[in-house]
């Protein structure tokens, strides 16, 4: 039994690290494709899900794709429900 135990807890390790070794590697590898071949066509790193970003009433992270936006002093503020933003706003 403890033995299985083990075993899940190596594989939980193991698949947490493959997930940061292939991210810093994608990271890697996207900036090798995207720099020197196209200087003229830059586009913004924003993936095509959207980005998640944290939204400063409740601390809920969201997609910017499907986010509520608000434009405050030259930032965009990303919030899961008009209510959220309806608070930052007061
Ligand atoms: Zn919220």
Do not use: H, N, W
């Not at 807890?9 to 947490?16: A, Q, R, W």
């Not at 991210?23 to 586009?43: E, M, S, T």
């Not at 980005?51 to 992270?61: A, I, N, Q, R, S």
């Amino acid at each position: 039994m403890f033995r299985v135990i083990l075993y899940l807890l190596l594989t939980v390790v193991l698949i947490s690290m493959l997930r940061g070794v292939v991210g810093v590697i994608g990271k890697l590898f996207g900036d090798f494709v995207g720099a020197p071949q196209a200087p003229q066509a830059r586009r913004p790193s924003v993936p095509s899900g959207g980005e998640l970003k944290k939204d400063p009433v409740c601390g809920t992270f969201i997609s910017t794709a499907t986010a509520l936006q608000k434009k405050s002093g030259g930032e965009v503020y990303y919030f899961c429900s008009a209510e959220c933003r309806d608070k930052f706003r007061a």
